[in-house]
């Protein structure tokens, strides 16, 4: 038996609640729609359950990533040769309405945090208007538009340190940057948080919320994406880095830069990581090349590495 089965074992012996599926194409669990298929994927029911799965991939020294919607990510096509965690279950998507602020569960969508906001008349989160990430996600990537981002609501988070340490992290020990999250031990999952709440009227939570949605829709491409592919270097757009480099609308196979959203990369059905990964590559090498610049991705690349020995 390799690891991989026994550590299946394991979790059916400690009769772990949280239901698994064997070589789940990733491609399902993206917005792109790109990637292999990963060996197990777990939708985790609890913190209890997180913990003792944690201790078996730690013990069986086995791959993982915890996953949110998948937003942000390109897996490769040779898929990943691990454990996908997403956090499903009742606690990771809770809400309480406490005085001054909101304790969310991290596999909230946005979407859902905005209904709940709408009816509770709590303003200040409107910006995360057609964001398709889970609060974790969002946290993680410091999600944001329009000049801000979730970091400027966060008050506190509670991370799980693998495999079984929780706290509590105050927003004063962490450093929310343009699309980064510094300060979070290494490999903490979060779990909650909770977030500055501001008292509004439904008014106008439905009149920012329909002006961003308007905005949105007003330059995104149809298809399947996973939004801004490079973030914007000092003083200029990404986009305006790929229009000036002359690859708007380029194509790699399946996959392309948008010709409405040049910054943006669109799967028209069946683009590969290979494809994508050769749109980014080209763009970076031109970038640099052409205007001396360096592009950073903001999409995160997650390679197939082997298992451990
Ligand atoms: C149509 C579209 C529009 C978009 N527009 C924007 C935009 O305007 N602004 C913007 O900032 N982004 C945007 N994005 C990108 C994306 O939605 C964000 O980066 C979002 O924050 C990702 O959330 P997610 O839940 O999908 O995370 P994922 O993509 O699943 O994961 C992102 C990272 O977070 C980590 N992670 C996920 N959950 C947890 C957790 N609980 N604990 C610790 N780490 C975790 C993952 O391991 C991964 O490293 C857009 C994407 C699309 C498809």
């Not at 040779?78 to 009742?90: E, V, Y």
């Not at 945090?113 to 409107?126: D, N, P, S, V, W």
């Not at 004063?172 to 779990?191: N, T, V």
């Amino acid at each position: 038996m390799n690891r991989l089965n026994f550590f299946i074992s394991a979790m059916q012996e400690k009769k772990i609640k949280s239901a698994w599926i064997l070589g789940m194409p990733l491609s399902r669990l993206t917005t792109i729609g790109v990637g292999g298929l990963c060996s197990v994927y777990i939708l985790v029911r609890s913190v209890a359950d997180l913990m003792e799965i944690l201790k078996e991939i730690r013990k069986k020294r086995l791959r993982y990533k915890v996953i949110g919607n998948g937003s942000n990510l390109l897996f490769d096509d040779s898929g990943f040769k691990g454990i996908i965690l997403k956090l499903t279950g009742k606690s990771f998507q809770a809400i309480k309405d406490l005085p001054g602020e909101l304790v969310c569960g991290a596999g909230i969508s946005s979407q859902k945090l905005l209904r709940f906001c709408m009816q509770k008349k709590i303003g200040g989160l409107e910006f995360l208007t057609g964001i398709p990430g889970t609060l974790g996600g969002m946290i993680r990537m410091n999600a944001g538009a329009f000049s801000q981002d979730i970091g400027g609501r966060v008050k506190r988070l509670r991370v799980l340190i693998p495999p079984s340490k929780l706290a509590w992290i105050k927003s004063a020990s962490l450093r929310f940057e343009y699309r980064k999250l510094k300060g979070l031990p290494q490999g903490a999952i979060i779990l909650q948080a909770a977030l500055r709440k501001k008292a509004s009227s439904r008014q106008s939570i439905s009149e920012k919320v329909n002006f961003f949605r308007i905005e949105r829709e007003k330059r995104r491409p149809k298809g399947k994406t996973f939004g801004s592919v490079f973030k914007n270097p000092e003083g200029l757009h990404a986009w305006e880095v790929i229009e000036r480099i002359g690859l708007r609308g380029y194509r790699s196979g399946g996959a392309c830069l948008s010709t409405c959203h040049p910054n943006w990369i669109v799967n028209s059905g069946h683009a590969s990581s290979r494809d994508i990964l050769r749109i980014i590559k080209i763009v970076k090498r031109k970038a640099k090349e052409k205007l001396n610049i360096d592009l950073e991705t903001e999409v995160e690349y997650v390679e197939n590495r082997k298992v451990r020995k």
